[in-house]
């Protein structure tokens, strides 16, 4: 874990911070491979022994006192108690990482049933085909980077989207797609569910066995044609029919269809959301006419400069997609404007990530997702920050979200070594540090 101060001495009271006018905070990588000052963790076992403040629940450290018997909280400063197990661990201070480092990283012992713990990674692609040859082909060639990224023992999904969802069953010798028809309604939902169109098992295929067939089946793309879109699909802007593209229903579809086998089949999901543009049909559709070339590029309205979020559904879906154990990372090839002020909390609240890319020529897509997938991540994490008597948490910044019951506990459904989370401080009370 990397931790970096805003400043190199925290302000004695509130009175030198606010005189200071500098922010004062800290951010913190939590999965970084090496710490602020470049040095890697020290390894060890046995986690669950590591001693917590019996006050305030904080872990022991290097910044705490220990004697024969007892140490003192660095945090709170209460006097705890040693058990007899610890008393022995720390009759060897050279063996026990929390003596020599402040940057440990500790294993535990494995809890609950070992199918949980052997649950395999889940990879579903969903692909706006109300969109062009060119998309769908950069769409292709980072999918099958992708492929090569993954680890053994992935499972795969491939989904469409536009007026209907398309479901590929790449497990038998010829893909097949089923689709299922998308509501015109913007508070419309599907007929029947995704489970009934297709088995989750069904849809999910072992990389391992399945490269070649899920790579046939990405060849079998083709965008939507407007003849196949129905009366009243998309936007019409001076008499052409735009779009058609249904992403609102479809992500919400595609979290219930995960969610059902969440912990079960699958520990970590992540969907791959390629849009072309913004979604413009059934539930979840944004207004985008107004937003033109006049108020990006001519500052006709300064107003807009930075536009507010549209609509709290995406928002809402995001709150979906984590109770699903869901990760969702966002990837547009677009150069109009798409409202990604309302689409990004479906990456920000999963721990996602939200790529734009201007044109398809230009575009480092598949380059990005094969790094993005070859470095190491973490999910099902949990983060809490702790700090000394005297100050306090006070915002928090990044790509998680708060626990309902807890303060100053975040979730991080995804987490790799470059995820970096930001916080900044306020003092408890007005006399300042008095340690």
Same mark, same amino acid.
């Given at each position: 874990?990397?931790?970096?101060?805003?400043?190199?001495?925290?302000?004695?009271?509130?009175?030198?911070?606010?005189?200071?006018?500098?922010?004062?905070?800290?951010?913190?990588?939590?999965?970084?491979?090496?710490?602020?000052?470049?040095?890697?963790?020290?390894?060890?076992?046995?986690?669950?022994?590591?001693?917590?403040?019996?006050?305030?629940?904080?872990?022991?450290?290097?910044?705490?006192?220990?004697?024969?018997?007892?140490?003192?909280?660095?945090?709170?400063?209460?006097?705890?108690?040693?058990?007899?197990?610890?008393?022995?661990?720390?009759?060897?201070?050279?063996?026990?990482?929390?003596?020599?480092?402040?940057?440990?990283?500790?294993?535990?012992?494995?809890?609950?049933?070992?199918?949980?713990?052997?649950?395999? /990674? %889940?990879?579903?692609?969903?692909?706006?085909?109300? *969109?062009?040859? !060119?998309? #769908?082909?950069? &769409?292709? $060639?980072?999918?099958?980077?992708?492929?090569?990224?993954?680890?053994?023992?992935?499972?795969?999904?491939?989904?469409?989207?536009?007026?209907?969802?398309?479901?590929?069953?790449?497990?038998?010798?010829?893909?097949?797609?089923?689709?299922?028809?998308?509501?015109?309604?913007?508070?419309?939902?599907?007929?029947?569910?995704?489970?009934?169109?297709?088995?989750?098992?069904?849809?999910?295929? /072992? %990389?391992?066995?399945?490269?070649?067939?899920?790579? *046939?089946?990405? !060849?079998? #793309?083709?965008? &939507?044609? $407007?003849?196949?879109?129905?009366?009243?699909?998309?936007?019409?802007?001076?008499?052409?029919?735009?779009?058609?593209?249904?992403?609102?229903?479809?992500?919400?579809?595609?979290?219930?269809?995960?969610?059902?086998?969440?912990?079960?089949?699958?520990?970590?999901?992540?969907?791959?959301?390629?849009?072309?543009?913004?979604?413009?049909?059934?539930?979840?559709?944004?207004?985008?006419?107004?937003?033109?070339?006049?108020?990006?590029?001519?500052?006709?309205?300064?107003?807009?400069? #930075?536009?507010?979020?549209?609509?709290?559904?995406?928002?809402?879906?995001?709150?979906?997609?984590?109770?699903?154990?869901?990760?969702?990372?966002?990837?547009?090839?677009?150069?109009?404007?798409?409202?990604?002020?309302?689409?990004?909390?479906?990456?920000?609240?999963?721990?996602?990530?939200?790529?734009?890319?201007?044109?398809?020529?230009?575009?480092?897509?598949?380059?990005?997702?094969?790094?993005?997938?070859?470095?190491?991540?973490?999910?099902?994490?949990?983060?809490?920050?702790?700090?000394?008597?005297?100050?306090?948490?006070?915002?928090?910044?990044?790509?998680?979200?708060?626990?309902?019951?807890?303060?100053?506990?975040?979730?991080?459904?995804?987490?790799?070594?470059?995820?970096?989370?930001?916080?900044?401080?306020?003092?408890?009370?007005?006399?300042?540090?008095?340690?």
């Amino acid at each position: 874990m990397a931790v970096r101060a805003t400043v190199s001495r925290f302000p004695i009271d509130s009175d030198a911070q606010e005189n200071s006018g500098i922010p004062w905070g800290i951010t913190v990588t939590p999965f970084a491979s090496k710490d602020e000052t470049g040095r890697a963790p020290a390894y060890g076992s046995d986690g669950n022994l590591l001693p917590r403040c019996e006050n305030c629940w904080a872990y022991f450290n290097t910044y705490c006192e220990l004697d024969q018997w007892a140490w003192t909280c660095s945090l709170c400063g209460t006097l705890n108690g040693l058990s007899s197990q610890a008393i022995a661990r720390y009759s060897l201070p050279q063996s026990c990482p929390e003596m020599m480092s402040s940057f440990i990283d500790l294993e535990l012992p494995a809890e609950g049933s070992e199918e949980a713990i052997q649950a395999r /990674p %889940v990879y579903v692609a969903a692909i706006d085909l109300s *969109s062009s040859e !060119e998309f #769908l082909e950069l &769409t292709k $060639s980072a999918l099958l980077a992708a492929l090569e990224a993954l680890g053994p023992g992935s499972l795969f999904g491939l989904a469409t989207f536009s007026h209907k969802i398309g479901l590929y069953d790449v497990q038998g010798p010829v893909p097949v797609v089923k689709n299922v028809f998308i509501p015109p309604e913007t508070d419309g939902t599907l007929t029947m569910e995704l489970e009934d169109v297709m088995p989750l098992l069904q849809f999910l295929a /072992p %990389v391992d066995t399945c490269k070649d067939r899920i790579a *046939s089946a990405l !060849e079998m #793309l083709r965008p &939507t044609t $407007s003849w196949e879109r129905p009366p009243g699909g998309g936007q019409a802007i001076d008499g052409v029919l735009m779009g058609g593209r249904g992403f609102g229903v479809a992500m919400e579809s595609l979290f219930n269809y995960l969610g059902s086998e969440y912990g079960n089949t699958f520990a970590l999901a992540r969907v791959f959301a390629f849009l072309s543009g913004p979604p413009d049909f059934g539930a979840g559709q944004l207004d985008t006419r107004r937003y033109g070339e006049q108020y990006a590029s001519k500052g006709e309205d300064a107003d807009r400069a #930075l536009l507010p979020e549209q609509t709290p559904f995406y928002k809402e879906l995001a709150a979906v997609a984590v109770q699903a154990g869901v990760c969702v990372d966002i990837f547009a090839v677009t150069n109009e404007y798409t409202d990604l002020a309302s689409l990004k909390f479906l990456s920000i609240d999963s721990g996602g990530s939200l790529f734009l890319y201007s044109n398809t020529d230009d575009s480092t897509l598949p380059q990005d997702m094969y790094r993005m997938l070859s470095r190491p991540y973490a999910f099902g994490c949990i983060l809490r920050l702790r700090t000394s008597s005297e100050f306090k948490p006070g915002h928090s910044f990044g790509h998680f979200f708060p626990d309902p019951q807890y303060e100053n506990v975040q979730h991080i459904i995804c987490c790799d070594s470059y995820a970096t989370y930001a916080y900044d401080f306020d003092f408890a009370n007005n006399v300042g540090f008095s340690r």
